[in-house]
């Protein structure tokens, strides 16, 4: 029984998105704004495994996004042509995106993980933009024409289930990897990893001394949290919309989206990023409705006055006040 | 066998001579006290030892190990612990989860689970008497609860030496009978050796110490059991400077 109360911070985690797409499915017209959401909880959860959790801030993490869309984008293209593999050239897709946001992780930790607080920000803030211009100007991948890959779907899979799978199953897909990256997190946590994890967030050189290995943790949790972008980016951006073109996956907006929904639910907590997420995406989907072209000049102090008001996050607030009633043991 | 030894350690930054040629032993279940002045180099010194930094020059040697060059976080389960002048705490965890850590970490982190970590974690803070604010976050302790936990933590590790970076200071005097009793006792039943490292107060050394090494402008000179290094002229000379000479008069 305890092992299982353990996981019971998932079910407020896993009832956010099963409303969501309950909703999303009951629902006349309100399933982009559902998959849109979808989207940033998930993007926001597999970023906090990362920042929430060692504190560091990886302004370049849009990149991991972005190879991972490419993994996709190049399995699909290139191994149309080898007909007997059929629909498994998707779960290639999603083989090559985790191995290539994984690559590029390590690549990208190997160097930045040396360095501390503002130092690694400086340090990864040009991956994505490096990245780009690598594409564009070595023209790798085809280069700055993009891949567009909607016609192989059709192929491979028949008109129809490709249609579907973009305006359907990628968003469930979307869901599963919240999901995933969810229960990671919580496992995490719950393990001598997440024990390490926020040592080494609060006093780094504290943790060393106590015999903690800070470069292998903050590497595992770096490579965890860029696999998941890897995937959500093979997900969201290739099978959602199958074309890829280096200036949109690699648009440093999505890494500052991230931020702001992380520190917006609460960095380090399992709920943080699906509340971060909610309060982000409907706020910027409505803004941008009634008030089209402001949305960023009202959001920019909403998000200044959360920060003030709630330091700690949404989720961070809640679980103070939260603190020794019952509740208490859902909210992590 | 000496649990530590020291062989003519040298540690520089640039021009300045923190630590110059000390060698020293301590043995197993010794309480050794560190004295000196501010800037005497005992700071360096438990630094070289816990390995944040390596020294230019001489050995390090651990249980007959050498450990010179060996990486800080693997010497905590080799069993060297620590605690730091300024309390570290991890501030957002709480209490119980601070001294887990310790355990998850220490001498004995290969075979402990989590659960079994802060089952570890609980029973120290019974003896600590920190029970009141087990699942309070570390943060919001008062100063002397977070070296109350501090020390807990690095007891939670299972040490075999334990550095105690100015333990007492800011402590009332009260506390800090206490505090010695509880070292004191942890350590003789556990067997640690404790370098307690002392600027000021005195009390607490010579409560405690079996032996004093002081040190002065990074050298060693005085090694001594205590009562004699205190009355040493030498250690006078350091902390009071020269005795007038009566030709002077």
Not at chain 1, 43 to 62: E, I, R, S
Not at chain 1, 179 to 200: C, E, Q
Not at chain 1, 211 to 226: D, E, L, P, Q, R
Request: with cysteine; aromatic share 10%.
């Amino acid at each position: 029984m305890k092992q299982i109360q353990k996981y019971f911070p998932l079910i407020p985690v896993f009832a956010a998105y099963l409303i969501m797409f309950f909703l999303g499915e009951n629902m006349e017209g309100i399933w982009q704004l559902m998959s849109m959401l979808l989207f940033y909880c998930a993007l926001g959860q597999a970023f906090n495994v990362f920042m929430g959790m060692t504190g560091y801030v990886d302004f370049g993490y849009v990149a991991f996004l972005g190879v991972g869309t490419y993994g996709m984008a190049l399995s699909i293209t290139r191994l149309v042509q080898y007909e007997f593999l059929g629909a498994w050239i998707i779960v290639i897709g999603f083989g090559l995106a985790m191995v290539m946001s994984t690559l590029l992780s390590m690549a990208v930790g190997a160097v930045a993980l040396r360095l501390r607080g503002a130092y690694f920000a400086i340090a990864t803030i040009g991956v994505n933009e490096g990245f780009r211009f690598l594409i564009e100007g070595a023209r790798i991948w085809n280069g700055s024409e993009g891949m567009i890959f909607t016609a192989d779907l059709n192929k491979v899979l028949g008109r129809d289930t490709a249609a579907a799978l973009c305006t359907y199953w990628a968003d469930i897909m979307v869901l599963v990897i919240a999901a995933l990256a969810a229960f990671v997190t919580l496992v995490y946590m719950r393990s001598k990893i997440g024990y390490a994890l926020t040592a080494l967030r609060e006093d780094e050189d504290a943790a060393k001394v106590m015999g903690i290995n800070v470069t292998k943790f903050k590497i595992i949790a770096f490579i965890t949290s860029a696999c998941f972008a890897g995937l959500l980016g093979a997900t969201a951006w290739a099978l959602k919309t199958p074309y890829v073109f280096p200036p949109e996956v690699f648009e440093i907006h999505y890494t500052i989206e991230a931020i702001i929904i992380v520190m917006l639910g609460g960095a380090g907590t399992l709920l943080g990023p699906v509340v971060g997420g909610l309060v982000y995406g409907i706020s910027k989907y409505y803004l941008s409705i009634f008030l089209p072209g402001f949305q960023l000049l009202i959001f920019a102090p909403i998000i200044l006055v959360i920060i003030v008001l709630f330091p700690e996050g949404i989720v961070g607030m809640m679980k103070a006040k939260t603190k020794g009633t019952g509740v208490e043991r859902f909210i992590v | 066998m000496a649990l530590l030894q020291l062989e003519n350690v040298s540690k520089r930054f640039g021009g300045l001579v923190a630590v110059n040629q000390v060698s020293l032993e301590i043995d197993p279940g010794e309480f050794v006290g560190i004295v000196g002045p501010n800037g005497s180099g005992k700071t360096t010194l438990f630094n070289v030892i816990s390995g944040v930094f390596y020294p230019e020059e001489g050995t390090v040697m651990f249980e007959g190990r050498d450990i010179t060059r060996l990486p800080p976080f693997k010497r905590a389960p080799l069993g060297i612990g620590r605690t730091f002048q300024i309390p570290r705490p991890f501030a957002s965890a709480t209490v119980r989860e601070n001294i887990a850590v310790g355990a998850m970490f220490g001498t004995q982190g290969h075979r402990l689970s989590v659960d079994g970590s802060l089952e570890v974690a609980d029973e120290i803070i019974k003896r600590v008497d920190l029970a009141a604010h087990r699942d309070k976050a570390a943060g919001t302790l008062t100063p002397v609860e977070k070296k109350l936990m501090e020390i807990a933590r690095a007891l939670a590790m299972k040490p075999k030496l334990l550095l105690m970076d100015e333990a007492m200071a800011g402590m009332h005097p009260n506390d800090i009978d206490q505090m010695v009793a509880f070292i004191k006792r942890v350590a003789d039943e556990e067997n640690i050796a404790i370098v307690a490292m002392v600027e000021h107060i005195m009390r607490a050394v010579v409560g405690l110490a079996e032996k004093v090494i002081v040190l002065h402008q990074g050298s060693k000179i005085v090694d001594a059991p205590t009562k004699e290094a205190l009355e040493n002229p030498r250690v006078v000379e350091v902390y009071l400077g020269h005795a007038p000479e009566d030709s002077a008069c």
